[in-house]
Protein backbone atom coordinates (compact mmCIF):
# COMPACT_ATOMS: atom_id res chain seq x y z
CA UNK A 1 0.00 0.00 0.00
CA UNK A 2 1.74 3.45 -0.98
CA UNK A 3 2.67 6.09 1.85
CA UNK A 4 2.34 9.73 1.67
CA UNK A 5 3.62 12.64 3.20
CA UNK A 6 3.10 16.04 3.26
CA UNK A 7 5.59 19.24 4.60
CA UNK A 8 4.06 20.61 7.71
CA UNK A 9 6.45 23.89 7.48
CA UNK A 10 4.09 27.14 6.57
CA UNK A 11 4.34 27.83 3.06
CA UNK A 12 5.53 24.53 1.28
CA UNK A 13 3.23 22.30 -0.81
CA UNK A 14 6.22 19.46 -0.92
CA UNK A 15 4.29 16.23 -0.95
CA UNK A 16 5.87 12.50 -1.53
CA UNK A 17 4.31 9.26 -2.36
CA UNK A 18 5.71 5.83 -2.47
CA UNK A 19 5.43 2.32 -2.04
CA UNK A 20 7.53 2.25 1.05
CA UNK A 21 7.89 4.11 4.34
CA UNK A 22 11.48 3.52 4.19
CA UNK A 23 11.21 6.05 0.60
CA UNK A 24 8.96 8.24 1.53
CA UNK A 25 11.29 8.54 5.10
CA UNK A 26 14.28 9.25 2.59
CA UNK A 27 13.13 11.74 0.58
CA UNK A 28 11.52 13.19 3.53
CA UNK A 29 15.09 13.83 5.15
CA UNK A 30 16.46 15.46 2.36
CA UNK A 31 13.88 17.52 1.83
CA UNK A 32 13.79 18.76 5.24
CA UNK A 33 17.22 19.37 5.10
CA UNK A 34 17.76 21.02 2.10
CA UNK A 35 14.70 22.88 1.88
CA UNK A 36 14.29 24.10 5.28
CA UNK A 37 17.79 23.24 6.62
CA UNK A 38 16.58 20.81 9.70
CA UNK A 39 17.02 17.27 10.43
CA UNK A 40 13.92 14.86 11.41
CA UNK A 41 14.16 11.72 12.55
CA UNK A 42 12.82 8.80 11.19
CA UNK A 43 10.52 8.41 13.87
CA UNK A 44 9.24 11.57 13.36
CA UNK A 45 8.39 10.98 10.23
CA UNK A 46 6.54 8.14 10.11
CA UNK A 47 4.38 9.27 12.87
CA UNK A 48 3.00 11.59 10.55
CA UNK A 49 2.72 8.89 7.13
CA UNK A 50 -0.67 8.09 5.93
CA UNK A 51 -1.50 5.11 3.84
CA UNK A 52 -2.97 6.03 0.65
Known amino acids: MP ?3 ECFQ ?3 NFMVRADSDE ?3 HLV ?3 AQ ?3 DITLDADTIEEEI ?3
Open 3 to 5: SQF
Open 10 to 12: DGC
Open 23 to 25: EVV
Open 29 to 31: REH
Open 34 to 36: FTH
Open 50 to 52: ERV
